[in-house]
């Protein structure tokens, strides 16, 4: 992960790349401008309104109900959890200031901040705390639900600002999945006695503790939030305003931003990398994580359920044809990096490199179909595919199936809406190969186990697609989730990575990276996360 | 014809109650029997068994289809059309926001492209094979074969980035909070891009029905006599030929207020337009059936009717066209 780029100048002099002298010089000449240079390194200021683009509508905004990424990037800032995440994804205070573990690890005691309100006054309390995750988290967040639902045992309160999780027996990930976008604390005040809390009034008017308190919502044009004064976080937010713009075709919302209508956009595609770059007066940043899905890995599954991809041979072919470099630069123009197995390298707590590499190389791919009996016919096809995948991949469609056509594999691309390609891969399973974006959360019991444990092959969205069935992995995810041991946790996940890149059930292509633009005037963005207007500030307020 | 106008209006009414009920119908199975689930866009990327099967049940959707079609039909009868899935809201509600921005864009729109078409129509019919006529020919014809996607991507690329004289999206400035007069004047400035954009198609159609029409009309026995008996140009071509001339265009605009809510989702898109035709894009997409049969039932409601008020308003122009 890329934080946030200080001066554009310095950043762009510091990466290198054919550009740097002239930035360097340009550096020189800056500094040998009295004029300019006295301005230096522009300090925070308070003050000023940011626009922000987003691609689709909230609706609502209750980030305790949904797991939408539009929803939490406007809901988050108007909220907090427990615990936050840093550029590192690791655990930090939020509305708990401090914690414990039992030395079981199955007790969690958070100790909460007493300075908290709500947006209309109201203490902040632990009762709010067990009333958001018993009575809406545990119900209607659909990966908290999952997560957490079988190994909570109970939530106690035995005061105002202590809350007291137990699990049923040791769980190691807790502190990653309790951040504003997995685990939102919502009032209990204003929710209790409402009997359906996704069809709420009070979703349309969020009350919050968060650094923006809301203020109008246009239903399908903008949002607007203004600065929380009596936010608990000692001067934040700096800015004053925080306006929502819903702009859903990306090319009217990088207009909008040269145009400055905009001064920051969530939805940049790759395909927008070069304009973006060709326009001096705008930043870009990349995020591995994002309120929709952090540490995504584009993973493609072999149905293992169909013949010849039973075969290690056959996979393995497969995976040398690739050639993801060109995926890289191709596709994801350069937002990204080659994945190597199962766990993100942006997870650097649990990724491991000690893993069997599969580089492109068509020859060796040829080598092992004729191993396996797969031998061209007179058309020179040795097997043909079918590669059923949401509209999104039309570009990876065409590239698989151009690579995998020079090794004599036939591609059947079949390109659907979301919807569809999820009921054909995941409930028809009517697929030899599919292609889906895992997120994988900021600990692998988040993401990353879903895709591999038997347990979880199942007709929904985002499960075991591969239907990989392996005793000693599901068996080594059983073990690291249990283990608090931060070695020991590594060491399981480093022996899964091991096994599953020497299976090969899937193939995993690009650790993608979320892209966002801004103007230059704004500063100190938490890219990564919910929260990432928290800290934001810009040039252009009052001084 | 007045008399009978009545009992006509009311024959037509009842009509529609059936044909309203078939397209509801259809629509029900149809967006019901194509693949996709709306429960994977309230899991997100998430969720397990226990999960998907509360969330069926709280929406219902664990019933046979034929019940949910049922249960579906007796709420819209006592008024209660359900909640939307995306929004959690009545799909009264939702709709009802996007209703306005739509109306002001679509019907802004259709004035406009009338009233300039049909002034187009008549100054190229009373001048044939003239420059002017023949320029405005060629113009049409590549107005009505530019896709709105292109065109409206073209119009903010000049006149929002390059020359700045209006914004490239949405219907508000986001930065200001404009009262009264000055927020009609910005609501008008966002109004104009994707207003020109949907008026090109549309008013291309207009000028070619008009001149067309109204050059057959000139070439009539009636208008002879009315030159004959000496009356000006304009009285000739306005009162006496323009009348009988707008008969297809009456049709030609009728059918368009019919789709008047969902017509612009490519320009809404473009542009950001805050209407119900990008909101019937997001149900699709979100499988959101509750809201999508809002739509479905509205859409249904203004075509039928539309035609219902094209055929009087055919009879108010021609008083040959008699009901019965």
Redesign the interface.
């Known amino acids: 992960m890329i934080p946030q780029q200080p001066s554009s100048f310095l950043a762009r002099a510091l990466r290198g790349g054919p550009g740097r002298l002239l930035w360097l010089t340009l550096m020189l000449i800056i500094a040998m401008t009295p004029m300019v240079a006295a301005q230096g390194t522009p300090e925070p200021r308070d003050g000023g309104t940011l626009v922000v683009s987003i691609a689709s509508d909230p609706g609502h905004f209750n980030p305790a109900i949904t797991t939408g990424f539009t929803q939490h990037v406007v809901a988050d800032s108007m909220f907090n959890g427990l615990v936050g995440l840093d550029a590192n994804l690791q655990p930090v205070p939020d509305l708990a200031e401090s914690w414990e573990i039992s030395d079981d690890g199955r007790v969690y005691t958070f100790y909460l901040r007493p300075d908290v309100a709500w947006h209309d006054g109201m203490p902040f309390t632990s009762a709010d705390v067990k009333f958001s995750f018993e009575e809406v988290l545990l119900k209607y967040h659909s990966r908290t639900a999952a997560g957490l639902g079988a190994v909570l045992e109970s939530i106690e309160t035995p005061d105002d600002l202590t809350v007291v999780m137990t699990f049923t027996g040791p769980y190691a990930p807790l502190l990653r999945r309790l951040d504003v976008t997995e685990a939102p604390i919502i009032p209990k005040h204003i929710y209790e006695g409402i009997e359906d809390p996704t069809t709420a009034e009070a979703n349309l008017k969020p009350v919050g503790t968060g650094p923006f308190k809301f203020v109008a919502y246009a239903q399908g044009d903008q949002v607007t939030l203004e600065a929380n004064e009596d936010y608990f976080k000692e001067g934040l937010p700096r800015l004053d305003r925080v306006v929502f713009r819903v702009i859903p075709e990306a090319n009217s919302a990088l207009q909008a931003l040269q145009s400055g209508e905009v001064d920051y956009a969530w939805n940049v595609t790759p395909a927008q990398i070069q304009l973006l770059q060709a326009s001096p007066d705008l930043e870009t940043a990349t995020a591995s994580a994002s309120p929709g899905g952090a540490l995504c890995i584009n993973t493609m599954a072999f149905n293992l359920e169909n013949e010849p991809l039973d075969q290690l041979e056959v996979r393995q072919a497969i995976y040398h044809a690739l050639d993801r470099e060109r995926m890289l630069e191709q596709i994801q123009f350069g937002a990204g990096k080659i994945a190597t197995g199962p766990i993100s390298s942006a997870m650097s707590d649990f990724y491991s490199a000690d893993v069997t590499a599969y580089p492109y190389d068509p020859e060796r791919a040829m080598e092992l179909l004729d191993d396996a009996g797969l031998t061209p016919d007179e058309n020179g096809v040795r097997l043909t595919l079918v590669f059923p995948h949401p509209n999104t991949f039309d570009r990876y469609g065409e590239l698989i199936r151009e690579q995998l056509g020079a090794v004599g594999i036939a591609v059947e691309d079949v390109s659907l809406d979301f919807n569809a390609a999820t009921d054909r891969v995941f409930l028809d399973r009517d697929f030899d190969l599919a292609i889906v974006s895992y997120c994988n959360g900021a600990d692998p019991e988040i993401g990353v186990r879903r895709v591999y444990d038997s347990r979880n092959i199942r007709p929904i969205p985002f499960s075991n697609a591969a239907a990989y069935s392996n005793p000693e992995v599901d068996a080594l995810f059983d073990e690291a989730a249990t283990t608090l041991n931060a070695d020991e946790r590594a060491a399981h996940y480093a022996e899964i990575q091991r096994i599953l890149t020497a299976d090969v059930p899937y193939m995993w292509l690009i650790e993608t990276e979320g892209i966002r633009a801004f103007r230059p005037e704004f500063h100190d963005f938490k890219h990564w996360s919910g929260h990432f207007a928290e800290t934001a500030w810009t040039e252009n307020a009052a001084e | 014809m007045a008399a009978h106008l009545p009992r006509y209006l009311l024959r037509r009414v009842l009509q529609a109650v059936p044909l309203l009920l078939g397209v509801l119908v259809v629509n029900f199975f149809l967006i019901h029997l194509?693949?996709?689930?709306p429960i994977?866009?309230?899991?997100?990327?998430?969720?397990?068994?226990?999960?998907?099967a509360?969330m069926r049940q709280?929406y219902g959707l664990d019933k046979p289809l034929p019940v949910q079609l049922g249960l579906y039909l007796l709420g819209v009868v006592q008024g209660e059309f359900g909640?939307?899935f995306?929004?959690?809201?009545p799909v009264f509600e939702?709709i009802a926001?996007?209703l306005p921005?739509t109306l002001l864009l679509m019907g802004v729109s259709i004035v406009l492209s009338t009233v300039v078409g049909v002034w187009l129509g008549v100054v190229c019919a009373r001048r044939p094979n003239s420059p002017v006529e023949r320029s405005v020919l060629v113009a049409t014809l590549l107005g009505y074969g530019c896709p709105a996607f292109w065109l409206g991507?073209l119009l903010?690329?000049l006149f929002?980035?390059r020359l700045?004289w209006f914004?490239?999206?949405?219907?508000?400035?986001?930065?200001a909070d404009y009262e009264g007069l000055a927020r009609l004047s910005d609501i008008a400035r966002h109004l104009a891009l994707p207003v020109a954009t949907l008026s090109v198609l549309h008013l291309a159609l207009v000028t070619r029905l008009t001149r067309t029409g109204l050059r057959e009309e000139l070439g009539k026995d009636y208008v002879r006599t009315a030159r004959a008996k000496g009356l000006p140009t304009p009285s000739v071509v306005n009162r006496h030929a323009l009348r009988n001339a707008l008969l297809p265009v009456v049709t030609v605009v009728g059918a368009d207020i019919g789709t008047l809510f969902t017509g612009a989702v490519l320009t809404e898109?473009?542009?950001?337009w805050?209407?119900l035709g990008?909101?019937l894009y997001?149900a699709t997409?979100?499988?959101d059936y509750p809201l999508l049969m809002g739509i479905f039932l509205l859409v249904g409601t203004s075509v039928i009717l539309t035609n219902i008020v094209t055929d009087v308003a055919y009879a108010v122009l021609d008083p040959r066209v008699r009901y019965t």
Request: net charge positive; charged share 20%; no cysteine.
């Open positions: 194509a693949p996709g689930d994977y866009l309230l899991a997100g990327d998430g969720g397990d068994e226990p999960y998907f509360a709280k909640y939307s995306a929004y959690a809201r939702v926001a996007r921005p991507q903010v690329l929002a980035v700045g914004p490239v999206q949405g219907m508000v400035n986001a930065r898109i473009v542009f950001a805050p209407g990008r909101l997001d997409l979100s499988r």
